[in-house]
């Protein structure tokens, strides 16, 4: 993966990113509130070693640095501790002592500094008062020779005083580190994520998938009323452009062999297929045509419900000879027939399968100008196999971000066993957020506010 698709990833799951930074600056502001402050005094120690000659200074200099950790020890030892803990107004136990004290050498210099924290600041300054003088003392006498003067020497060469601000708390800090977090978790979420999520989410993966043309990328429509259907949209929506490109793509392709028939199929069901059957369907009756819509879902019917027109009599009641064709056809609106499913029959592959559907599909071509079959799913049942075989070309709906690419070859596999010819794939239901849903639709539909120019040629050039 390169940059772009790094940042294709971060835009794509965005909500990742931000749901990530929001948890981690949550957790850092609690942690900010509810930790009791914590305040620190600092004393800084220079030890040196008298010496009777020039020569002995750097001798003398490396013996103190070598035993900077020795006396650092020494802080939190009992010679130490104790004598601090009786101290009035301490009112702590040596171990608690002991873990109130840090100490850190400068690096090749003779310098400690002695850190005190608590959580009174008060406290903090009286112990490390204290700590100035009786850890100046003890050092001195632990290396004072029998009957000599100490070969160590303890100055303070700064405090005992106060840090301005407390240490814990560093609500800054906790905001900074939260940020870094959270997005390194987001975006480790988003790429797990986009690496585990197979689902079909561009017409270049699904050209890939299926090795044949994406007509169209169908955008999702929020404007459609569900009460008329969820295949009624507006004639100037993106939705109906985009299958009025998918309408124009399969008449070029019937200008140059014989495509009367069409069957619509899908690989699992839910993935839009029965509204893209009927919007195409009006869409081909605009031009003039005669078009009849087949609901093969004998299993499912429900074309006579999306129509607003009785489902009783249908495709299974001409199969088992109980209707004929002008029966069960029923017009709707100006050049659409609708022949719906009919009561489910109990062996509905075999009643498409029966030598009555090539007779019905043989008749119904010399009838109508385009005939849609609505198919079902062709991973779950074997129907829209048998349906797509006698068509002269098929048409495969893949629902975006929810059909998997094992899905897809799996469907595409099935049509090439029966021999169907399939025309290409309709990307359904992109979400409108995708910059590739609609590229330049609302921008090039939206009306124009008049300009004001400066010069009528900038005018004219622009209209042209």
């Known amino acids: ?41 600092r004393v800084t120690f220079f030890f040196t070693a008298p010496m009777a000659e020039a020569a002995e200074l750097y001798p003398a200099s490396m013996f103190s640095s070598g035993r900077l950790a020795t006396y650092a020890e020494l802080l939190t030892s009992e010679e130490i501790e104790l004598p601090l803990s009786t101290v009035e107004g301490v009112s702590l136990t040596p171990e608690e002592i002991g873990d109130q004290i840090t100490a850190e050498t400068v690096a090749d ?19 490390s008062r204290k700590l100035s003088v009786l850890f100046k003392t003890t050092v001195e006498n632990l290396e004072t020779q029998p009957g000599g003067d100490p070969v160590i020497r303890v100055e303070v060469v700064d405090g005992p005083r106060m840090m301005p601000d407390p240490v814990a708390p560093r609500p800054i800090d906790n905001y900074a580190l939260a940020l870094m977090a959270g997005l390194i978790v987001g975006a480790g979420a988003a790429v797990v994520r986009e690496v585990s999520d197979n689902t079909v989410r561009s017409a270049d993966s699904l050209r890939e998938l299926a090795a044949t043309p994406v007509l169209a990328r169908v955008p999702q429509d929020d404007g459609a009323p569900a009460v008329s259907g969820p295949f009624v949209s507006p004639g100037t929506s993106a939705r109906t452009e985009a299958l009025r490109q998918v309408r124009t793509l399969l008449q070029s392709a019937a200008a140059g062999s014989s495509l009367k028939t069409l069957a619509v199929t899908s690989a699992v069901p839910r993935e839009g297929r029965s509204a893209i059957v009927c919007s195409l369907a009006l869409l081909f009756a605009e031009t003039g045509q005669r078009v009849l819509v087949v609901d093969a879902e004998l299993r499912r019917p429900r074309l006579g419900r999306f129509l607003g027109l009785d489902g009783q009599t249908g495709l299974s009641s001409v199969l088992n000879g109980t209707a004929d064709l002008d029966q069960a056809v029923q017009p709707w609106g100006v050049g659409l027939w609708l022949l719906a499913g009919g009561p489910p029959p109990h062996n509905p592959s ?44 098929t048409l495969l709906v893949v629902r975006s971000r929810r059909t998997t690419g094992t899905q897809v070859t799996a469907a595409v596999r099935a049509l090439h066993a029966v021999n169907a010819s399939l025309l290409g794939c309709v990307l359904n239901m992109v979400p409108r957020r995708d910059p590739d849903a609609t590229p330049g639709f609302d921008e090039y539909t939206s009306p124009r506010p008049a300009e004001k120019r400066w010069w009528g040629r900038m005018s004219m050039e622009a209209a042209a």
């Open 109 to 127: 210099t003779v310098l400690m500094e002695v850190t005190v924290q608590d959580t009174s600041p008060d406290r903090a300054m009286l112990l």
């Open 350 to 393: 075999e009643l498409l399968s029966s030598p009555r559907m090539t007779d019905l599909v043989d008749e119904v071509r010399r009838r109508f100008d385009v005939v849609i079959f609505d198919c079902p799913p062709l991973l779950p049942v074997t129907d829209g196999e048998v349906v797509a075989a006698r068509a002269d070309g």
């Open 1 to 41: 993966m390169g940059l772009r698709d790094y940042l294709r990833v971060a835009k794509r799951h965005w909500w990742l990113l931000v749901g990530s930074v929001v948890v981690a600056l949550g957790v850092a502001l609690v942690v900010n509130v509810r930790t009791t402050p914590v305040y620190a005094a």
